[in-house]
């Protein structure tokens, strides 16, 4: 059985492995748009269309990629997985979505940008000057204020529970519907810091320490926020985090995630070929894979010579708004017809939004040096899950609103002063 597993690890962090299974990812996802997206859901905007040259740039752009993420030198086992998740989440599917669905090809050239800007070797930021807490003030600081931020929820949600968001159905936006209309401006700027950072850090303290009433409070907080205020990637949130936890070498935690979502997707295909269920792969390969890379796409396309220079955010006292809709809703008219469909895009989208290819060019410098700055602070492997987090979150949102809304300076400003460490961060430290 040792020997077993010694083969396993050793397989699943090899390189070349990575590379292999990378192939067959996309391989897998030109058929699942051939065969399963395109079919159920052209309705929305999902096409069939291709030509000679978007085949062989789509496959220039497929070897530019596994050069950037295995030959390049990478500057830390940290870079090479994060560009792996990149490769997987968004940039594979762009350049599915280039090659034989119309789409735009440049967000797959900015994403390769970020892969090869976070996979050279460059030098780090310094970071080894800054002081950090003390280990035995950490748990206690960082418990007592996730505690008070917790706080505002009991007074504005209380404790009635809906507990059908967890079919994650449609039960789910109409719940989170309710949830916004009794929101208030603390609680939507405390939910981002409290379900992205404070409670998931928590939770990976309290796995390494074995600190089992930590981990029990830290999933019941993170499950209670879901109850009250469902977004998915909350109750997910707890799978991730713990997931992540496990292996301490980078390159076997990206050969674990290739692997997964190779066999995820030949299971949901199996699944939907014996049940006829079609909703497990669409929410696994449509809506986490395509429709992200869809929408940016589609950001491209409409804000072409038609930029808003932060007009909807923080320049909106200087210039002004051309439209009555935010931006996510003004692409859910464009794409869908309906007013009522919000359709959030990443950095790359955002930037080109509001400054053309120079707002994309830059968001892309500005999100990969998040990257490299917490990737200077040398965070022990545990916590990758918080790092894909912040990950979902620049691939999702908007550039400014990851920053300041969503937690990553909270993140960037708890990790230097509480996680910057060279030790171990389990029950031996002192």
Not at 83 to 102: N, T, W
Not at 168 to 181: K, L, P, S, V
Not at 228 to 256: A, C, E, R
Not at 292 to 316: E, G, K, W
């Amino acid at each position: 059985m040792s020997r077993l597993k010694s083969f396993i690890v050793l397989t699943l962090g090899n390189k070349w492995v990575h590379v292999a299974a990378l192939i067959i990812y996309y391989a897998l996802m030109v058929r699942e748009y051939y065969n399963f997206v395109c079919p159920h859901f052209s309705h929305l905007r999902f096409k069939w269309h291709y030509s000679t040259a978007s085949i062989l740039i789509g496959t220039v752009l497929i070897a530019l990629l596994s050069v950037c993420v295995f030959k390049l030198r990478h500057s830390s086992g940290f870079a090479h997985a994060l560009a792996v998740f990149v490769s997987v989440l968004f940039c594979v599917p762009s350049i599915v979505l280039y090659q034989f669905g119309s789409c735009s090809i440049f967000p797959c050239l900015y994403s390769l940008l970020f892969i090869f800007l976070i996979s050279i070797s460059l030098p780090n930021i310094p970071s080894h000057t800054v002081p950090t807490v003390p280990q035995r003030y950490r748990v206690p600081l960082l418990a007592a204020l996730a505690g008070i931020m917790i706080i505002p929820f009991f007074f504005v949600f209380g404790f009635n529970f809906d507990f059908s968001v967890f079919s994650m159905g449609q039960e789910i936006y109409t719940a989170r519907a309710a949830a916004r209309a009794r929101s208030t401006t603390l609680t939507s700027y405390l939910f981002g810091p409290l379900t992205k950072v404070l409670l998931p850090i928590l939770l990976v303290i309290g796995l390494a320490r074995k600190n089992w009433i930590l981990v029990f409070l830290s999933i019941a907080a993170l499950l209670y926020i879901f109850l009250v205020n469902p977004h998915k990637f909350v109750f997910l949130s707890v799978f991730l985090i713990i997931l992540f936890f496990f292996f301490d070498d980078y390159n076997l935690k990206s050969g674990i995630a290739l692997c997964g979502v190779v066999l995820m997707i030949g299971a949901s295909a199996l699944f939907t070929f014996v049940s006829g269920n079609i909703l497990p792969e669409s929410i696994l390969v449509r809506r986490m894979f395509f429709v992200p890379a869809q929408l940016s796409s589609a950001y491209f396309s409409f804000f072409d010579n038609n930029h808003i220079y932060l007009s909807h955010s923080i320049l909106h006292h200087f210039i002004e708004y051309p439209y009555h809709l935010d931006p996510p809703h003004v692409i859910g008219l464009y794409m869908y017809g309906r007013t009522n469909v919000s359709c959030n895009t990443g950095f790359i989208g955002d930037g080109f939004m509001n400054f053309g290819h120079f707002g994309a060019l830059l968001f892309t410098i500005g999100t990969a040096a998040v990257f490299r700055f917490l990737e200077s602070l040398r965070l022990k492997p545990e916590f990758f899950g918080v790092i894909l987090l912040t990950l979902f979150t620049f691939l999702n949102s908007a550039f400014l609103t990851s920053l300041l809304t969503h937690g990553v300076i909270f993140l960037m400003i708890v990790a230097l002063f509480f996680l910057k460490t060279d030790k171990d961060i389990g029950e031996n430290e002192k």
